[in-house]
């Protein structure tokens, strides 16, 4: 057996896990159930670069079960569940991933991938389609599969220069996948992370979003159910007035930094919370982001204004500032959803990988 994991021993508590995401995924078991009859993979060596979870585990499962055999590696060096890589390795899947390898680790799993010689392969992020055309590898490969628009955009931009080998199915650009990834995926989980992170309340609290695309329309609906008022801010006026005729306050987010008690980024851009916003907001408020990195609330602007600074529990921390008003920021500014909390509930990852599986069959 051929596999790197943190533990092997772990394996039995990944059994659980991976048990307990198969009956939250109804999708990806019914086409296991038709894969396991037609095996249309019989003889197919697939290599995989995704994040290594129970939601992974049970799609790989499902192109076991239709005959593949399946090298993974993981898409980020930190979402890895070890549990689930060890339980996935004892099966027989050639897993090479663990939680918090280094970045040269990450590649050296990516290539050990690689070195399996699949035919088709998965990506999330580009990462492994990006190593297999770096000039070190000789592979025939049938065609792929992509899982993020960050993916799509890169690999877009190697097939405008002539250069992508095979085609590759833009599995994020299926309604099934991004519309429901955003508003319920990260709607819920935005949520999560910050409870997880507070435990405040949020019933009767000003809850500002900043941004009304998927994401922010997700997380207003969500906020909604826990009773908060919720604020919007957003620069497109369309996107502005849809959120004013969903029942919302919309303001600019001069106006909204005076009366929020939670602000929550969700717009994809820079800078949305700033120096000027910082300094007029409420003693207490709470920040967070579950847009784009770490980028969407300004760090250094924040840095800047402080008097002190304090770790004040996980995920949480205190900033002050000179006229002694305290100001919250949440993992450090960056996605609350999968720093404080467990990334898209199963429900939601059955959708997009139901996607991966038929696109899987398609090649
Ligand atoms: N993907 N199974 C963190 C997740 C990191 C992560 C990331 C997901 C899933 C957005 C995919 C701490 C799972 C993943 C749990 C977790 C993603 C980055 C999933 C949400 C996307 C950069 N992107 N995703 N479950 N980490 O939830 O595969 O808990």
């Not at 099966?91 to 699949?118: D, F, M, R, S």
């Not at 220069?161 to 833009?170: F, N, Q, T, V």
């Not at 819920?188 to 000003?206: E, F, H, P, Y």
Request: overall charge negative; charged content about 25%.
């Amino acid at each position: 057996m051929d596999y790197m994991v943190r533990d092997i021993g772990l394996a039995e508590r990944g059994k659980n896990l991976l048990k307990w995401a198969e009956d939250h995924m109804p999708v990806l078991m019914e086409i296991r159930r038709r894969f396991s009859v037609e095996k249309p993979f019989e003889g197919i060596r697939i290599g995989a670069c995704l994040h290594v979870t129970k939601e992974t585990g049970v799609l790989v499962r499902t192109l076991k079960a239709g005959g593949a055999s399946v090298a993974l590696a993981a898409s980020n060096p930190l979402s890895t569940q070890d549990e689930v890589a060890a339980a996935l390795a004892v099966e027989g899947v050639n897993v090479y991933a663990w939680k918090g390898e280094t970045k040269e680790e990450y590649y050296n799993c990516i290539a050990l991938v690689l070195k399996h010689q699949p035919s088709i392969t998965m990506d999330d992020g580009a990462d492994l389609v990006t190593e297999l055309h770096s000039g070190r590898w000789n592979l025939k490969v049938i065609g792929g599969t992509e899982e993020t628009t960050t993916g799509v955009m890169r690999l877009k931009a190697m097939a405008d220069r002539g250069i992508l080998k095979y085609p590759i199915i833009a599995v994020n650009n299926a309604e099934t996948k991004w519309d429901f990834d955003n508003v319920y995926g990260t709607g819920q989980s935005t949520i999560d992370g910050i409870m997880r992170a507070t435990n405040v309340l949020l019933a009767g609290k000003k809850f500002v979003i900043a941004g009304y695309g998927h994401c922010g329309r997700g997380l207003a609906a969500r906020a909604r159910g826990m009773g908060a008022h919720v604020v919007i801010t957003e620069v497109d006026p369309i996107r502005a007035l849809k959120a004013v005729m969903d029942g919302f306050d919309v303001m600019p987010m001069e106006e909204a930094a005076k009366v929020g008690d939670i602000f929550v980024t969700a717009t994809g851009n820079k800078n949305v919370i700033r120096k000027e916003h910082f300094e007029v907001m409420k003693d207490g408020a709470i920040l967070a982001n579950t847009g784009h990195f770490n980028v969407e609330i300004d760090l250094k602007g924040l840095e800047e204004l402080r008097v002190g600074k304090l770790k004040i529990r996980d995920s949480v921390e205190e900033y002050s500032m000179r006229d002694g008003r305290k100001l919250y920021l949440l993992t450090e500014g960056r996605l609350v959803n999968l720093a404080a909390a467990e990334g898209h509930p199963s429900e939601v990852m059955d959708m997009s990988f139901a996607n991966q599986a038929l696109s899987v069959e398609y090649c």
